[in-house]
């Protein structure tokens, strides 16, 4: 057994965790715990942990990297291209994405988003009737919900939720509209899916159907084109015939394969 500490400015709290790094967190956490390791996590307002650990895992680690000392070996994961994911060569850095390791210029260790494919399930019992959108950072102007009517289904909108919730309404969605690992999960769950976000970075709302292509985003959107709404029908149908998303996050994003890679960069 061994002692890992996590750290990142928006830690998940117990089993509750908004936003991807918290989600992140949360995912490799529970296999590590499930393999018999001993975690714990830290993030700003919390002590300052008392104890020794044998593995850290930083987030955002300009901020938290202080704690580096506590630890015999750490790895610093880069999530994204904002200031606060800043990487610092103090520490080996694993990048989430192509992308996110190229606007830092870092060596290319990547490391895909882990999804936890035995809890983001299909359920074959439950009609898919709807069109779900799920992000608490997209404007309502995108024309989802003329979208939805157009194609003969019901318009649903999550903006922040339990896992729990989020699982009951992906396995409900016969398309879903999300970015990041939320853009995974519903993958996971059977739901073809496109990616969509409207970040100030981005100069605007975007939409990506090419999962290669998002992939190398992180799923963010990024990259994509701003979509009128026949770019938007024309997405939508493309991803219901054609996307077999589960098979698809089987393949590239097992959480216990990636948690395996994550293992081997810090040995």
């Not at 715990?33 to 714990?40: A, N, R, S, V």
Request: charged residues 20%; proline residues 6%; hydrophobic residues 40%.
């Amino acid at each position: 057994m061994a002692r890992f500490l996590f750290t990142a400015l928006n830690p998940p709290r117990g089993d509750v965790a908004f936003g991807g790094v918290a989600s992140w967190i949360l995912t490799v956490k529970n296999h590590l715990e499930l393999l018999g390791h001993d975690c714990d996590v830290w993030g700003p307002g919390q002590p300052i942990p008392k104890r020794q650990y044998d593995f850290g895992i930083f987030a955002n680690v300009e901020k938290t990297g202080f704690l580096n000392k506590l630890c015999q070996k750490l790895v610093s994961v880069c999530h994204g291209i904002v200031d606060e994911e800043k990487p610092s060569h103090n520490f080996t850095t694993v990048y989430t994405s192509e992308e996110v390791c190229t606007f830092w210029g870092g060596e290319r260790r990547l490391l895909p988003q882990p999804i936890n494919i035995a809890y983001w399930v299909p359920a074959p019992n439950k009609e898919r009737r709807t069109l779900l959108f799920y992000s608490y950072r997209a404007s309502s102007n995108l024309g989802l919900n003329e979208l939805a009517s157009d194609l003969n289904l019901d318009f649903v909108w999550l903006k922040q939720c339990l896992a729990a919730q989020a699982k009951e309404q992906m396995q409900r969605a016969r398309l879903v509209c999300a970015s990041g690992r939320a853009a995974l999960e519903a993958m996971s769950c059977g739901a073809p899916t496109f990616i969509i976000d409207d970040r100030p970075y981005n100069n605007g709302p975007l939409v990506c159907a090419d999962l290669k292509k998002a992939k190398e985003h992180n799923y963010s959107g990024r990259g994509g084109v701003n979509p009128t709404f026949v770019d938007l029908h024309a997405l939508a149908k493309a991803a219901m015939s054609e996307q077999r998303p589960r098979a698809y996050v089987a393949q590239h994003h097992a959480h216990d394969a990636i948690v395996q890679r994550l293992l081997e960069y810090l040995c």
